[in-house]
């Protein structure tokens, strides 16, 4: 943004995610800031998802389909939950918006992922994950894009008008 430029009537707020259990709730207040509140909770509880797992729990891609094809994803999901290294992870999500604009950011505490291979993806093939980044992609959004390091996701959209 340009040095001295005025955003009218803007709007910010911050919010804080953990654990798996959060997710439903926060990305249901977060999409009552769009136009289509349902359409774009998928995506935002896809993101959400994705920032717990992938971010701060370190769960790669492989290692997550062969979980679930075992049935054994929501069991180390919790114990990754307890480990001293992941415990006290957290998801910061800001939300700002104008009377025309949302933009949402979700920043994780993990190392990143390569984000470019998945951005152009339109269709995930027959393993069991891998759907997330994809189904927030075609829930509405303007843009999706990522930081450099890819633990830090921005959405925009049309603002929901009261």
């Not at 935002?44 to 679930?68: C, M, P, Q, R």
Request: hydrophobic share 35%; with cysteine; charged share 25%.
């Amino acid at each position: 943004m340009r040095k001295g430029v005025i955003l009218p009537n803007l709007e910010t707020r911050n919010l804080v995610l953990k654990t798996l259990d959060e997710v439903p709730d926060v990305s249901s207040l977060l999409a009552r800031h769009l136009p289509d509140p349902l359409k774009f909770r998928v995506g935002l509880y896809e993101l959400l998802v994705n920032a717990i797992e992938h971010g701060n729990l370190g769960l790669g891609y492989e290692t997550k389909a062969a979980l679930l094809r075992h049935g054994e994803w929501e069991r180390e999901i919790k114990r990754r939950m307890s480990l001293p290294e992941y415990r006290n992870r957290k998801v910061d999500i800001s939300i700002v918006r104008n009377h025309r604009l949302c933009c949402i950011e979700i920043s994780d505490q993990g190392k990143g992922f390569c984000w470019k291979k998945y951005m152009d993806r339109i269709d995930c093939g027959p393993t069991p994950n891998g759907r997330g980044l994809l189904i927030a992609k075609n829930c509405g959004f303007q843009r999706i894009s990522f930081n450099r390091a890819g633990n830090k996701v921005t959405c925009v959209a049309t603002a929901q008008t009261s």
